[in-house]
């Protein structure tokens, strides 16, 4: 019901990070697959800082396909500095990812909190839905910038626990308005923020 309720938040969505990691499909063509653990390795490292970053294969990465990027990882190369318009503060056990929707001037932040009471029996996945015990995500906030030439017009908060979007209230942190802090809402599995500009 919850993607049904918000499907212009899915469909034709994009992905949206301003950093990217190169999968190492050129090695693993030529048999080299060790790259791929150091791919792996490093997809988590990111992952776990909370850095925002889209993948695409080390094959396809044309000029072009790169234009956009702020900060290129590479399982063989320097490790850059993160794109800073995003900087979130989370649990570890929080992942985020960024799309924009098809249509209209948004951004939607994605958080999945993978915190949960374990099974009792080791190495269990538990007997199904009933045994999963997440445990809520609190303390999740980040610092926005808001791109030149725009204002943010409101920001939402989607959980599967509410039927309605929650307007979030921005706290600013700069003269001009263009660096602003959001603080999101406690959830237990899923969240979205919605970033509406004009």
Same mark, same amino acid.
């Given at each position: 019901?919850?993607?049904?309720? #918000?499907?212009?938040?899915?469909?034709?969505? /994009?992905?949206?990070?301003?950093?990217?990691?190169?999968?190492?499909?050129?090695?693993?063509?030529?048999?080299?697959?060790?790259?791929?653990?150091?791919?792996?390795?490093?997809? @988590?490292?990111?992952?776990?800082?909370?850095?925002?970053?889209?993948?695409?294969?080390?094959?396809?990465?044309?000029?072009?396909?790169?234009? #956009?990027?702020?900060?290129?990882?590479?399982?063989?190369?320097?490790?850059?500095?993160?794109?800073?318009?995003?900087?979130?503060?989370?649990?570890?056990?929080?992942?985020?990812?960024?799309?924009?929707?098809?249509?209209? @001037?948004?951004?939607?932040?994605?958080?999945?909190?993978?915190?949960?009471?374990?099974?009792?029996?080791?190495?269990?996945?538990?007997?199904?839905?009933?045994?999963?015990?997440?445990?809520?995500?609190?303390?999740? /906030?980040?610092?926005?910038?808001?791109?030149?030439?725009?204002?943010?017009?409101?920001?939402?908060?989607?959980?599967? &626990?509410?039927?309605?979007?929650? &307007?979030?209230?921005?706290?600013?942190?700069?003269?001009?308005?263009?660096?602003?802090?959001?603080?999101?809402? &406690?959830?237990?599995?899923?969240?979205?923020?919605?970033?509406?500009?004009?």
């Amino acid at each position: 019901q919850f993607i049904r309720r #918000n499907a212009p938040i899915y469909k034709g969505n /994009q992905p949206a990070a301003e950093s990217v990691l190169l999968f190492p499909r050129k090695a693993v063509h030529a048999g080299t697959v060790a790259n791929v653990q150091k791919f792996l390795k490093l997809g @988590d490292s990111l992952l776990d800082r909370h850095i925002l970053f889209d993948v695409i294969p080390d094959d396809l990465n044309t000029a072009e396909a790169l234009a #956009n990027y702020k900060a290129v990882y590479r399982v063989d190369g320097i490790t850059p500095a993160a794109s800073s318009r995003f900087k979130i503060t989370a649990p570890k056990t929080v992942r985020a990812s960024l799309s924009h929707p098809a249509k209209g @001037d948004k951004l939607h932040l994605h958080f999945v909190n993978y915190n949960r009471t374990e099974p009792a029996k080791p190495k269990s996945a538990g007997g199904g839905i009933h045994d999963e015990k997440p445990i809520a995500a609190k303390k999740v /906030q980040f610092v926005f910038t808001i791109p030149d030439g725009k204002s943010l017009k409101s920001v939402r908060f989607f959980t599967p &626990e509410r039927d309605k979007p929650l &307007e979030l209230l921005p706290r600013i942190l700069d003269t001009n308005g263009q660096r602003v802090e959001i603080s999101v809402l &406690e959830f237990l599995v899923y969240a979205v923020v919605e970033l509406e500009f004009e």
